[in-house]
């Protein structure tokens, strides 16, 4: 999933008397004795971007026998875990764009920073952040797109789950959508929204793929039933202590048009619940 680009600020300690104009590339570095400044607020993207630029330069590079990396001091080590870090970040941030239909001519990536080092770009600051601009504004409709035409799909799935899962025995369909399956019944008494409540889940999407697991943190989960989502809310006061229930909640009773991560939009929610305990009710309002 796409975030929104981090502006970050930065400063790089580099060598004496060094001065250098990434313009190109559209990050501008001015270096004094002993320090680079990055302008702040600079997209991480195109930090990232100078980085490859950079490493890319030489051609003959790729040629060679890599040099042997220490990382025998902390300087070394810190140098090195910054660059690390921005590969790590760029190696997702090339393959996410690749994702979208947007490809960087890498080749082009290595001119501009070679062009710039011997000031020589071939444009100005001004057409640099006009293009770049451009660029991000491609990105962010593509994303878009990708997202809504996902939701569209995790719809549609989720409503022909619903239809199928409907019909099995043993399922149980509320007046809000809500099918529930008893896999144990519980003795104990029923809560109410007010409620707090102590409880054993996990949870999945139609794929199987687990998104949230107390079982798998090794300690149940207490939280009131008001402050949950609808599935939740409506489907744990079906419950008497003691009981797990199978819940699979379509989409407007979960997170909705709402991407969560691990949670797309529009995704319809399988839960395997035990009620452990009531542990109280809500204070009521003061008068």
Request: charged share 30%; net charge negative.
């Amino acid at each position: 999933m796409w975030l929104a680009p981090f502006l970050i600020n930065i400063k790089l300690t580099m060598a004496p008397h060094i001065k250098l104009s990434c313009a190109s590339i559209g990050v501008l570095i001015v270096g004094t004795v002993g320090e680079l400044r990055m302008k702040q607020t600079i997209k991480l993207s195109l930090v990232a971007a100078s980085v490859l630029a950079l490493v890319a330069c030489n051609k003959k590079a790729e040629e060679q026998k890599p040099a042997e990396v220490k990382l025998d001091t902390e300087m070394q080590q810190q140098a090195y875990g910054i660059g690390a870090s921005v590969g790590n970040f760029l190696q997702k941030d090339l393959a996410d764009k690749k994702e979208l239909g947007i490809e960087l001519d890498q080749e082009l990536l290595m001119r501009g920073f070679k062009d710039a080092l011997a000031g020589e770009a071939k444009l100005d600051e001004a057409k640099i952040r006009e293009v770049l601009t451009a660029l991000d504004s491609s990105v962010r409709e593509k994303q878009t797109a990708k997202a809504e035409a996902d939701a569209k799909k995790n719809k549609e799935e989720g409503d022909k789950f619903l239809a199928e899962n409907a019909k099995k025995e043993g399922v149980t369909v509320t007046d809000s959508g809500l099918q529930y399956e008893v896999l144990s019944e519980g003795d104990g008494e029923k809560p109410v929204a007010t409620d707090m409540v102590k409880v054993h889940y996990k949870g999945t999407l139609l794929d199987g793929s687990e998104f949230d697991s107390s079982y798998a943190r090794n300690e149940p989960a207490s939280f009131r039933l008001n402050q949950v989502i609808a599935g939740w809310t409506e489907g744990l006061q079906l419950m008497n202590v003691g009981a797990k229930y199978k819940f699979t909640i379509p989409a407007d009773l979960a997170y909705g048009t709402r991407d969560l991560g691990k949670i797309p939009a529009n995704s319809t929610l399988v839960f395997e619940v035990e009620l452990l305990d009531i542990e109280g009710e809500a204070e009521e309002a003061a008068e």
